[in-house]
């Protein structure tokens, strides 16, 4: 993710110096926001005896989403493909349901007892299965 923003501020000084200078703020700030935003995401997943809490910021900007165990079928470490289940990575939807996801191909694939499934992205999907292991209820 880093690079994706070191690259979209270098483009924005890049299109300044040397676009016309109607199209040289517009274009620029343009880019300086996107790369602002980027800079900003991050994916927080706390796993806990009560259930699973996850905050995506800027997406749930003061909230953390809050998912109990007993709402919770299955809970699972996966390798997954974001391009071609997801369209890519962020705040998806796609054929398996709603994912949360920054970076890689690995994630936690919630399915809950009422049909729904949720794909939260990890960076550390060893620790994540064996927090899982150790906090869920039998």
Do not use: C
């Not at 040397?18 to 790369?35: C, N």
């Not at 900003?40 to 900007?61: C, D, M, N, Y």
């Not at 709603?98 to 550390?124: C, D, E, M």
């Amino acid at each position: 993710m880093g690079l994706v923003v070191a690259i979209m501020w270098a483009a924005a000084v890049i299109l300044f110096a040397f676009s016309d200078i109607e199209g040289k703020l517009a274009t620029s700030g343009i880019l300086a926001l996107v790369a602002l935003f980027l800079s900003v995401i991050s994916l927080r997943t706390e796993i806990s005896k009560e259930g699973i809490a996850v905050q995506f910021f800027p997406f749930h900007l003061l909230k953390v989403k809050e998912y109990s165990w007993e709402d919770i079928e299955l809970a699972e470490v996966i390798e997954y493909k974001p391009i071609a289940e997801y369209g890519g990575w962020g705040y998806r939807v796609g054929s398996n349901g709603l994912a949360y996801s920054v970076s890689g191909n690995k994630g936690l694939q919630l399915s809950f007892k009422n049909g729904r499934k949720l794909l939260i992205g990890t960076r550390n999907p060893v620790e994540l299965a064996e927090a899982i292991e150790h906090l869920k209820p039998s």
